[in-house]
């Protein structure tokens, strides 16, 4: 996938992912939004530290959800493919990129 710096390929090993979509009342009980991330590279493990390069700032997920159909679940880890659901409080927007450090941003 390519970024403002060059290419990030699947078999990279530091963490990056995208948002590419943001869906708002999913829970019935709740008023939440969460962000769709699809990992570009590297693995998520919860509890992880990602850096949110739009704001500037290292942010700690330790509540990353998976889908399957109306079922969520919460995520242990995930690997590049895979797409995580973040609890979005209005912070995150479409277009957004976590990365484990690094200032990049995918095109």
């Known amino acids: 996938r390519d970024t403002d710096e060059g290419a990030i390929t699947p078999q990279a090993d530091k963490f990056s ?9 999913m829970d019935p009980k709740h008023r939440d939004r969460i962000a769709f991330c699809r990992i570009v590279s ?9 850096h949110h390069t ?5 942010i700690r997920i330790s509540d990353a959800l ?5 079922d969520r679940a919460l995520l242990e ?3 590049a493919g895979d797409i995580i659901g973040l609890h979005n409080h209005g912070s995150i927007r479409i277009g957004d ?6 200032k990049y941003r995918f095109s």
Do not use: H, P, W
């Not at 992912?17 to 009342?25: E, L, P, R, S, T």
């Not at 739009?54 to 290292?58: E, T, Y």
């Not at 998976?66 to 109306?70: K, P, Y």
């Not at 990129?97 to 690094?102: H, L, W």
């Open 66 to 70: 998976t889908f399957l159909a109306g």
């Open 97 to 102: 990129t976590f990365t484990s450090g690094e």
């Open 42 to 50: 590297g693995k998520y493990e919860k509890g992880m530290k990602m």
């Open 77 to 79: 880890e995930a690997y």
């Open 54 to 58: 739009r704001i500037g700032k290292d």
């Open 17 to 25: 992912g995208f948002v590419f979509k943001i869906q708002a009342n």
